[in-house]
């Protein structure tokens, strides 16, 4: 029997806010449990949340650069469940009129582009956390988590694979960091997401029943999950059993799913307008200034990068998928040698390959743009050819040292055109069987020479070595 699969993702995207959804607390992280608190987010009475102007706006950034509809007007509502670190008793979130809906988000797939549409995108708070092996016998609760902005992102259930589940959180991940809605460090649960699995025969066209694996928060994991949960589900199936609708979690040590509780339905949860927030109204104006004040998402910026500066689509994605900053610095690099094929050359074989090898970030990297920028510039001079110019870069990298105090400790100096001149009629008279060669037409011969004129002088350029070489053998009667 052949199977096909179906997954749905919910994305759990923390919002990159300074302080929480309804109150001032901060949305540091890293601090010591309970301390990024408030009377707010302890649901204590008679308190009252007020909403985070900055979360709309990121959410709606997200909405414009997908393609979605903004609600001019959203409510919230609460959803009501009790859990030890959900101090009121629900969670304040969008059902019925959420900021965002719909949009599309392409991914990269082994077929080609695939499009992916967006259900929905809505506001809410998110939970505290449960700590259970710190105290023997005992869970601790930690709530500076309590009431962080996330922006829940809801697809249609269209991703056909735990490839592609992953290629989708990758090409989302990358969005929400390029347009400063979140930072998007998974480790630290900024990124997370619920993936919806169902398997059903090829040729149905009823969805199977699904599965919910909670906050999976790596790429490797999602793939890992998923591909465990189809599996399993596929196994009933062919046992004669039936799938249970539930909710499950993802056991990375031993690499399985299992239980966590029955899957709820939307009424279980009791849902109703939040009564202490009223509809919040976004202007047609406010719209456009966040939309004219975006930054270009990925799919856009790639083919700007490869028109504006006249480089392939590849090293335009490459660039783009290292990050903003990446993008900014070879822009800058570009922007100063005046020739984007050549700065990309050296973005992706010395500058990547260094990050890379070093690790960090692009903000931290000890070469700056403008020392980049000064070695090519030499190169293009002729003071010295590409291969000296990445010693020297590897240099300059290596000593934290500017350009012009690495070139005057490796002895490097420009040969003026006498003393190459004479180099290279002193390398003729030595070699009379290059110059033979040369003279039957084979100019490749002169190659031969070049290596012969470094070990005499490091400094000379290569090039200029072959065209002066072949010129004065030529002229020879």
Known sequence: MVWETVIGIETHVQLSTKTKLFSRASTEF????????????????GVLPSVNKEAFYKAIRFGLAVGAKINQTSIFDRKNYFYADLPKG???????LPIVLGGTLDIETEEGIKTVNITRAHLEEDAGKSIHDQFDGYSAIDLNRAGTPLLEIVSEPEISSAKEAVAYMKAMHQLVTYLDVSDGNMSQGSL?????VSVRKVGDTELGTRTEIKNINSFRFVEKAINFEVKRQIKQLENGETVTQET???DSIKDETRPMRSKEFANDYRYFPEP??????VTEEQVNEIRSAMGEPPSVLRKTLADRWKIPANDAGVLVNQGPELVRYFEDLATRVGEGKVASNWMQQDVLRTLNERGGNITDFPVRPEAVADIIARVQKGDFDTSRGREIFASVVEKGASVA????GMGIAAVDDGDLRALCEELIAENPKIVADVKGGKEQAAGGLIGKAKRKNPNVNPAKVRALAIELIQALP
């Open 30 to 45: 890293g601090k010591s449990p309970n301390t990024n608190v408030n009377l707010i987010d302890c649901g204590l009475p």
């Open 90 to 96: 629900y969670q304040i979130t969008q059902m019925d």
């Open 192 to 196: 997370r997401c619920d993936a919806n």
């Open 248 to 250: 499950r979690l993802y």
């Open 276 to 281: 202490d927030l009223v509809p919040v109204t």
């Open 405 to 408: 105090e690495v070139v005057a």
